[in-house]
């Protein structure tokens, strides 16, 4: 009986433990949260220029990333979601499509700044000021199947302003040659 309660006891001071621990996590994670939400200029802090290749030569790279999980302190899986407006070189876009089946596209809307969560579906605010204005978007799944390997990938094209505007769940790093 003794151990019955020795036991009882000591799961019930684990879970508590497991508990605070968690919250403290998402405590920390907040600042972290809001951090991942600052967009990012270049290829280099998250490896994109190697994941990134296919397209071509970027003039200019502006992105974000988050992640559903809440940090490394608790275990779990964690999806990581980039969002990016990438400029390419002069003629980068219809070189991309050249030969390629293209529909008419729209961005996701952009994020309300009073949102207090994150929604995948929606370009979080400072990032769709680098979205080109009056931009004629265009997608090819076609094409976004040969040029990006991620879990989810979108791709929108716009010719006139040679912007790619990027969408991936799980952006895949290319296979080890």
């Not at 151990?3 to 508590?16: D, L, N, P």
């Amino acid at each position: 009986m003794r151990r019955r309660a020795f036991i009882g006891t000591g799961v019930g001071v684990v879970g508590a433990l497991v508990t605070g621990l968690a919250w403290a996590a998402r405590s920390e994670d907040a600042g972290a949260e809001a951090a991942e939400r600052e967009v990012q200029n270049g290829l280099e802090p998250a490896g994109l220029r190697t994941c990134l290749e296919k397209l071509g030569p970027v003039a200019a790279a502006h992105w974000t990333e988050e992640s559903t999980g809440t940090g490394s302190r608790v275990p779990g899986p964690s999806d990581f979601f980039l969002q990016a407006f990438l400029t390419l070189a002069p003629g980068g876009v219809a070189r991309l499509l050249e030969g390629y089946p293209t529909n008419p596209a729209s961005l996701p809307p952009v994020r309300t700044a009073a949102e207090a969560t994150k929604h995948w579906d929606e370009i979080p605010p400072a990032l769709a000021a680098f979205a080109p204005s009056g931009a004629s978007w265009v997608g090819s799944e076609s094409r976004t199947a040969t040029l990006v390997r991620a879990d989810h990938a979108t791709l929108c094209f716009d010719r006139a302003s040679d912007t790619v505007y990027l969408k991936t769940v799980n952006l895949h790093l290319p296979h080890a040659s």
